[in-house]
Structure formats: C-alpha cells, structure tokens
C-alpha cells in the first residue's frame, strides 16, 4: 500500500517562511506524480493552491509556490499571514495504477 | 463562476446503496474530468475515483473498487457516485470537484455531502 508522508504539524511566525514536503513510499517524487497541494480551513471544503508540482491558480496568492526539493514535493510559504493557519494536503498521481493518493496533511499555525 | 453542488448524502445502514449527485455549472461540463474525494476525521482525504469527459474511463480506490460506479450525465451536466454494500467505513463527507483541463489534479471543489453509514 503506497502511503504519503507529511509532516503532522509546522508553526510560523508572521512574515516568516515554511517549507512544506510531501513523500512517497515508492521512492522519489518527479514531475511524473503532478504534486497538488490544497488548503482547508475548519468547516471549509479544501481549496486547491498548486498543481503540476509548481503551477498556481488563478487565485493562489503569490506567496505560495511549490517545487521539488530533495526526493519530496514542497510547499513553500513566504512571508505568512494569519489567515493562512490552515491543514495543507498534497496529492500525487500513480500513473501505473492510475489513482491518486493524499499525504496526511500538515496543520501550521501561525503564532 | 464555476459551481459545483453535491446533494443526496444521509444516513444508510450497514450493506444498503445510496447515490450521490454532483451539479456542475459555469463551464464546459462536457470536456472535463470529474472527481470524486471524500475525507473522515480519522483517515483525513481520499481520493475515490474520477471519469473521463466521455465517460469511457473510469478509475478507483482499491477500497471502493466493485461497490461504487461513478457516472454522468453531460446533457445534464451532473456526476454521479452510486454506493452499493456500504461499510461503517464509508462514513464521510463525500466531495465532488472538476479536474484541470489538459492537466493532472483538481481545481474547483463542491461544498460536499455527508453519507454516513450506521445501523
């Protein structure tokens, strides 16, 4: 069973930087996985930030990018806001089987 | 704007089906992928399965795979997750979103539907 690793939690302070990462248990995460990262607040349905490991919305902030970073996929904040303490999810694509899988989740609190 | 309403959730026992509906609105239904997520307190998000703008491709989770059928109707511009031998396990919100065009991954996301599954 392929499992996708996060950190649990994270905490920043305001105008600080956080680097989120997302692993698989198959070995390195590439471009082949199409990294997503979503965002979601309490009592909110998750709101998508990233896709293709790098690619924004039209809507997520500039603040927010992810890449590549030592085997993982990566979410960086830069210069944190208070609004965006949340839980963080990334999803990666198994193209052999054709699913898609979620990390656990990273709740970072701004403090 | 983009909309995406899920609607038919509720309570269902233990073995029984239920069907759940997803309506899109305010794009090009017919050329997208369709996804079905669903996310518990205790497993956090899952990905259940997704369509294929034509319907002539279908995938799942293991978990799922034999007792839900994903559907759609793009005259109607609406997807379906029908649910047969639910396990207390099923239990969760269940989200329908819209797939990246040309891409991989899920942008626009339903407020989604809550099955629970309980004698």
């Known amino acids: 069973q392929t499992v996708v690793t996060q950190e649990p939690s994270l905490t920043v302070s305001p105008g600080g930087t956080v680097t989120l990462t997302c692993a698989s248990s198959?070995?390195?995460?590439?471009?082949?996985?199409?990294p997503n990262w979503f965002q979601q607040k309490p009592g909110q349905a998750p709101r998508a930030l990233i896709y293709?490991?790098?690619k924004k919305h039209s809507w997520t902030p500039v603040r927010f990018s992810g890449s590549l970073l030592g085997g993982k996929a990566a979410l960086t904040l830069s210069g944190v806001q208070p609004e965006d303490e949340a839980e963080y999810y990334c999803?990666?694509?198994?193209?052999?089987?054709?699913?898609?899988?979620f990390g656990g989740g990273t709740k970072v609190t701004v403090l | 704007e983009v909309q995406l309403v899920e609607s038919g959730g509720g309570l269902v026992q233990p073995g029984g089906s239920l069907r759940v509906s997803c309506a899109a609105s305010?794009?090009?239904?017919?050329?997208?992928?369709m996804v079905w997520f669903r996310q518990t307190p205790g497993r956090g998000l899952e990905w259940v399965g997704n369509?294929?703008?034509?319907?002539?491709?279908?995938n799942y989770v293991d978990s799922v795979r034999g007792r839900f059928t994903i559907s759609r109707d793009n005259a109607r511009t609406s997807v379906f997750l029908q649910m047969n031998s639910l396990r207390a396990e099923d239990t969760a919100i269940y989200y329908c979103?819209?797939?990246?065009?040309?891409?991989?991954?899920?942008?626009?996301w339903g407020q989604g539907t809550m099955v629970t599954v309980s004698s």
């Open positions: 979103a819209r797939g990246i065009y040309a891409d991989y991954g899920a942008d626009f």
């Open positions: 305010g794009f090009i239904f017919s050329t997208y992928w």
């Open positions: 369509i294929k703008p034509d319907g002539s491709e279908k």
């Open positions: 198959t070995g390195a995460v590439t471009s082949s996985y199409y």
């Open positions: 293709s490991t790098s």
């Open positions: 999803l990666l694509y198994y193209g052999s089987a054709q699913t898609w899988v």
